[in-house]
């Protein structure tokens, strides 16, 4: 069993590194600030050939795995949580068009994907569909060769800057559940913005409530199968990007209360010669390696074909978890420093905090791994 990244996976995060180290990190706190959308560094990532990274070769991607995509994500997060997720939604919702698309689908959409030249979101969530997604109301209807769309999507990540959500709505009675719900290519410019909240992080990228009034689109905008939409979506993977976010933020807290308590004297002498502080760095680095290790392994078992969904709860739970308990620790550790924004931890804190809800509650992860443990034991 290797412990350890290939040639290729190491070079893929020493690049990712870099440009996160030289382009993203320096800009991230004002960015934040200014509730700015980081536009150049997505659209620098796309030249780069990220945007694409699991994406077919033949459609502009680069073929790579969600090993790599963890690693990516990982690097990306621990700069700016945001530019992570910009990417990773624009990715996933391309998957879904990669595994279930008709090939005119693929030909239209994926190459300007891959590039983040064309950007897709996820309308998925709606007010009453938080976590029970069945309970969606948003409605589809066939009419002659188009669909007709009513309802609303609520906190669709990206949206002002996406041209198209894939949005998910029940085209079948309940009574059919899970085998009612269809996936459509809906053009932003077919929403209508009803609330942009505040909010205490991610404050880069908005998730607004958008509403959908009689909207018609052509009956080539279906993806996948009539009524399996919410079936298919649980073979697409690409989730593994929300612990790799929790694993870049709980590395960067990490890093930078090493940094800042190495340095900082108090009482004539270092802050990190205090027993106290150091147990509390070795326990966020073993909170930091564990969250990794667990969102490896779960990438590396979907990579293989294998059954995640244990492995990927676990991830989820755990990673995300430590980079709240991390951002906290090291926020501690700043001081009043830590407080401010002069310093990126109160911005890790805040963008941290998304990720126990995002992706689905802890909770519901939670009961995925019990379910998977008390399976093993029938
Ligand atoms: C900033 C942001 C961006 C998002 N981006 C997207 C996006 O791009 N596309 C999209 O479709 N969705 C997106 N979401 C939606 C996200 O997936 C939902 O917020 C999440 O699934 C939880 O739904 P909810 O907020 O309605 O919470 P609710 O379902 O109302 O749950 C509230 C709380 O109740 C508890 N709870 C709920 N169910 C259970 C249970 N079974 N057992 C125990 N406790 C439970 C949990 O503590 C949970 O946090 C985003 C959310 C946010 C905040």
Redesign the pocket.
């Known amino acids: 069993m290797p412990f350890h990244l290939t040639e290729d996976q190491r070079a893929l995060r020493e690049d990712v590194r870099e440009f996160a180290e030289s382009e993203i990190r320096p800009r991230a706190i004002e960015l934040d600030r200014n509730e700015e959308y980081p536009a150049e560094i997505l659209a620098e990532l796309g030249d780069r050939g990220w945007t694409g990274l699991t994406l077919p070769e033949e459609y502009g991607g680069r073929g790579e795995g969600l090993v790599e995509l963890a690693v990516l994500t990982e690097e990306l997060a621990a700069a700016m949580m945001t530019v992570a997720g910009a990417l990773a939604?624009n990715l996933g919702v391309a998957t879904v068009i990669e595994r279930f698309g008709t090939d005119a689908q693929k030909d239209e959409y994926l190459p300007e994907m891959a590039t983040f030249d064309r950007v897709g979101?996820?309308?998925?969530?709606e007010?009453n569909?938080?976590?029970?997604?069945l309970a969606m109301e948003t409605t589809a209807e066939r009419d002659g060769d188009e669909w007709v769309l009513d309802g609303h999507?609520?906190?669709?990540?990206?949206f002002s800057h996406a041209d198209f959500v894939l949005t998910y709505a029940k085209t079948g009675p309940d009574a059919d559940a899970p085998h009612n719900v269809s996936a459509f290519l809906v053009p932003t410019d077919e929403f209508e913005v009803e609330e942009v909240w505040e909010?205490l992080g991610?404050r880069t990228v908005k998730?607004p409530r958008v509403v959908l009034s009689d909207v018609r689109v052509p009956a080539e905008n279906l993806v996948g199968e009539e009524g399996e939409a919410y079936v298919q979506r649980g073979e697409i993977h690409t989730g593994v990007n929300v612990p790799a976010r929790g694993v870049g933020i709980a590395r960067a807290a990490l890093e930078d209360a090493a940094a800042y308590t190495a340095d900082r004297e108090q009482f004539g002498q270092s802050v990190g010669d205090f027993q106290g502080v150091r147990w509390t760095v070795a326990e966020m680095a073993q909170r930091a390696d564990a969250a990794r290790l667990l969102t490896l392994r779960a990438a590396d078992r979907a990579d293989r074909g294998e059954d995640p969904t244990r492995e990927m709860a676990m991830a989820k739970v755990r990673a995300t978890e430590a980079a709240v308990e991390n951002a906290n620790d090291a926020m501690q550790l700043h001081g009043g420093k830590g407080y401010t924004t002069d310093h990126h931890v109160e911005r890790y804190l805040r963008d941290a905090r998304?990720l126990t809800?995002?992706?689905?509650?802890?909770?519901?992860h939670r009961?995925s791994l019990a379910d998977a443990v008390y399976a093993e034991t029938e």
């Open positions: 939604l979101a996820l309308g998925l969530s007010a569909a938080g976590s029970d997604k999507k609520q906190w669709v990540t990206n909010t991610a998730s998304l809800v995002a992706g689905g509650p802890n909770e519901l009961n």
